[in-house]
């Protein structure tokens, strides 16, 4: 029976007591993401791996929609010396991408602080200063999601789409609260 080359590099990570690297990569991620196997006897074995670094933790984001509304995909290159079980690790690529509703939804609807938000609304509609109300009540949020959409792991969140993702925020906040 022939096996394939993914088959080869996953029989050597599984039988021959390898140490994975230690940032996060195990035989299951292999086993269902991995791509771009190559293995040659006796001297190396490499594979690709594609991760998704996101914004919101696991229990956050938008209820009963599994994707993150932010987050980076990295392309990571793992290569295996074998003669010395050495790993040498490149990462490729790293991209980000966001979906504005799925953020909007996370951050200002019911998946986020949607009530807290909704006073802050309120507040600013019923204000004899709107605008200054407005700075007042949402100030620490702005400031918050500034902090939120800098960085992730180590990641600088580009600049124009964290750019876009406050204007997004604060453009919705001044729509619900009736300032623009």
């Known amino acids: ?7 080869r590099v996953l029989t050597v990570l599984d039988e021959c007591d390898i ?12 086993r269902e993401r991995a791509f771009r ?7 190396m074995l490499s594979l690709q791996i594609e991760r998704h670094p996101t914004v919101y933790l696991s229990d956050m984001g938008v209820p009963g929609v599994d994707a993150s509304p932010a987050r980076f995909h990295v392309v990571t290159e793992y290569q295996l010396d074998l003669n010395d079980e050495t790993w040498h690790i490149e990462e490729l ?3 980000f ?5 799925l953020v909007l939804e996370a951050e200002l609807g019911a998946g986020g602080p949607h009530e807290m938000i909704q006073r802050g609304i309120e507040d600013v509609r019923a204000a ?5 109300t407005f700075e007042d009540v949402f100030g620490s949020w702005i400031d918050h999601w500034e902090e939120k959409f800098d960085e ?3 990641r600088n969140v580009p600049e124009e789409d964290k750019e876009a993702i406050l204007d997004l925020l604060v453009g919705e906040l ?4 009736k300032l623009d």
């Not at 029976?1 to 088959?7: E, H, P, Y």
């Not at 140490?19 to 292999?30: A, H, Q, R, V, W």
């Not at 001044?174 to 609260?177: P, Q, S, V």
């Open 174 to 177: 001044k729509e619900r609260a």
């Open 93 to 95: 690529s790293s991209t």
């Open 128 to 132: 004899d200063d709107p605008e200054d």
């Open 152 to 154: 992730l792991d180590g």
């Open 37 to 43: 196997f190559q293995f040659e006897a006796d001297d």
């Open 97 to 101: 991408e966001y979906e504005p509703w």
């Open 1 to 7: 029976m022939d096996r394939t080359t993914k088959d």
């Open 19 to 30: 140490d994975l690297p230690e940032d996060g990569l195990t035989l299951e991620k292999i």
